[in-house]
Structure formats: structure tokens, C-alpha cells
């Protein structure tokens, strides 16, 4: 079974290591293929879209011209 979910975690660069000031974003599966052949995962807006392997590399992709891309510091299977 093909993995739906998953939790992304963004720490704030230039703060400490405090988890309450982190970004949760939840991204589900969509249809689509990254460019390295792997499903993407997008969150309900549309602007947080990852490709996420089999083996959980992640690959953040730029939906916008001015997006500075981060990568989670942690991620979490939902479902």
C-alpha cells in the first residue's frame, strides 16, 4: 500500500531548537510524479509539494518564482 500522508516539520532558522515554534504541514499524495520519478505529496494549498521516495528522501519542489525551498527537519508517516 502506497503511503497517503504524511507530517512535514519546519524549524525556524535563526531561533533555538524550541518545538513549539515549528511548522506542521500535513501533505497528502496526489497524482502527480516528481523528477526523479517518485510520488508527490502537496499540502491542501497547493504551495508546500514534496517527493517523497519509498526509502522517505524527500525532495521539496518550488511552486512559485520568489520560494525559498527548506527541507523538514523531521517527517512523519500519518497513514
Known amino acids: 500500500?502506497?503511503?497517503?500522508?504524511?507530517?512535514?516539520?519546519?524549524?525556524?532558522?535563526?531561533?533555538?531548537?524550541?518545538?513549539?515554534?515549528d511548522d506542521v504541514v500535513v501533505v497528502h499524495r496526489t497524482s502527480a510524479t516528481g523528477p526523479g520519478g517518485n510520488?508527490?505529496?502537496?499540502?491542501?494549498t497547493g504551495?508546500?509539494?514534496a517527493e517523497i521516495s519509498?526509502?522517505?528522501?524527500?525532495?521539496?519542489l518550488a511552486t512559485g518564482s520568489h520560494q525559498a525551498l527548506r527541507r523538514?527537519?523531521?517527517t512523519?508517516?500519518?497513514d
Open 47 to 49: 504551495i508546500v509539494q
Open 54 to 60: 519509498s526509502g522517505g528522501e524527500i525532495r521539496m
Open 39 to 44: 510520488p508527490v505529496y502537496s499540502d491542501d
Open 1 to 21: 500500500m502506497e503511503t497517503e500522508r504524511y507530517e512535514l516539520t519546519f524549524h525556524h532558522a535563526g531561533t533555538d531548537p524550541d518545538p513549539s515554534e
Open 72 to 74: 523538514p527537519t523531521a
Open 76 to 78: 512523519r508517516l500519518l
